[in-house]
């Protein structure tokens, strides 16, 4: 019996690993890809490493763009459904609300939520869970300009796919550097 | 008596192999090699727990990361299964079977991190941390090892410190206000461990107070310095229920629990009242105004004062209850916080540097004597424990 159960809490343990990673890669493969503009800094988290902070030019939403308008400031953790389409290389805010709603057909719906500095009076702060790109270590404080390749499956969790450092690989890019 | 004690005396001679093992029973001897082996292998799965978590961390960017999650799974699910071969199957190195749960419990969060990093997500970090504490929750209990107990309260104690700190939590204390949600968790610790006492899992009790009385102290232990919670903006701001609703599960665990203690009745309640209003005061801590109003040019405050009367009292309350329950670590954590509580009160009555060094020649020249005192007290005490274990266990 104790067996059993000892069994059965190690295959939970798996089963929540793997349902991540199930779910990551579906989003990997299925989800919608777009490009959005960043801003690094490199902190460093004790259990996962190296990380660049990314701050996306979407992550202040004016609120005028707010279908129906914001009476109010929104507190923090509130959830916020957003559209974006492409605006030339990148992908820009048309629409955002505090309920789901029907995109348009070139837009692609992500959800997000306010983040705590929600402070600013003419714009609401949002995190989309892209905020934090994982490196090797040493290689988190990289010269040039860095977009994002995210992808966004039905859900609106987006997540991220590739970075890229003047246009190439993050990874790539990084290592010509630190030589 | 040390085991190695009683083989000396064999190997001179002096008792026979009957006695020997008669003696070895009696006191419930064990090898000192053993300890030092169990010790071993704990160190070493912990240095291999971080030192994987490093190897993640650093993030090799040209391993597959399927790779990556087949080994991290894979020497998981290979530490506990080791593991369970070694204690369950073969039950011949239960020490080192329990190391090895240790580490695969340590490696589910290596595990998590991986995860995490492998697919960028980004969280409230006390998620990660909660996460790790449920899945490895129910191990101890069915292992029956104490280590995972003891991984198990560090996980729920680490989540709680993430979570007290976090920005948008719904138990949110500001900056030193912290410290007593901390000190709080370290009561409820030790009631959690008296209501283990007596059950089946009686041998996961000593762990759980010993763990809850040093985080009571350590967390406490500021409140008795100066300027400590002082009166400024957002100092005592945050969650209103979480001190008070805590000190309700400490007051419910200890009225609970301390029917298990050997003490006799009169001790008994004292104690737990002891615990229940010590719970309550560090409660009222956080509401009272806390205005520097009085001492030398008005620079103290009465939480701090408070403190330190009430740290003293506790610890003096301590010694009592380790005596009566024959626990020299009671005993000693007492008599150290006395020391502690009284230098931290002399430090706090002065305040220039005039003053400061006068205090700091007078209270070194005091405690130097006072140190002895303590050892002295310490020992007497000590070996009054000693004297009524060995008396006890001659009579049975």
Known sequence: ?179 | MKFADVQKLREAGLISDEQKQKIVEHFKLQEESNRFLVIISFVGALLVASGIALLIAANWEEIPRGVKRAVGFALMLGAHGFGWWLRGILGKYPKSGEALHLLGSCLFLANIALVGQIYHLSSRPPNAILLWWAGIAALPWLLRSKAQHLLTLIAFGVWFGFEVNQEDSLIRLHDECQVLAYSLLGLVYVGFGYALRGSAFANFARVTERLGLLLFFVFVYPLTWQGFLDDYPDAVTGSYWILPAMAVVVIALVAFGTRKLELDRQWRWTWGLTLAATAGLVVLSFYVPHERIWGWNNNLSPVNAFAALGLFVFCLLQIQVGLQERSAFLVNVGVVFIALDIIASYIGLFGTMARTGLMFVVSGVFLLAFGVYLEKKRRVLLKQIKTAKIGTETHT
């Open chain 1, 1 to 179: 019996m104790r067996l059993k159960l000892f069994v059965l809490v190690l295959a939970l343990q798996l089963a929540w690993l793997l349902g991540t990673v199930a779910t990551q890669e579906t989003a990997l493969v299925r989800g919608q890809v777009i490009r959005l503009e960043t801003q690094p800094v490199d902190p460093r988290d004790l259990l996962r490493g190296d990380y660049l902070v990314l701050n996306y030019k979407i992550s202040n939403v004016p609120k005028s763009l707010f279908t129906p308008p914001l009476a109010e400031n929104l507190p923090s953790g509130e959830t916020v459904w957003v559209a974006v389409s492409p605006h030339g290389e990148f992908y820009e805010i048309v629409r955002a609300s505090r309920e789901r709603f029907e995109p348009a057909a070139d837009a692609v719906l992500i959800k997000a939520q306010t983040s705590w500095n929600n402070r600013r009076s003419d714009a609401v702060s949002l995190q989309y869970g892209l905020e934090q790109y994982f490196v090797r270590e040493r290689t988190g404080n990289p010269r040039g300009k860095i977009t994002v390749e995210a992808v966004v499956p039905s859900s609106g969790r987006a997540s991220i796919k590739q970075v890229f450092l003047d246009g190439r690989p993050y990874a790539e890019a990084m290592k010509e550097q630190t030589q």
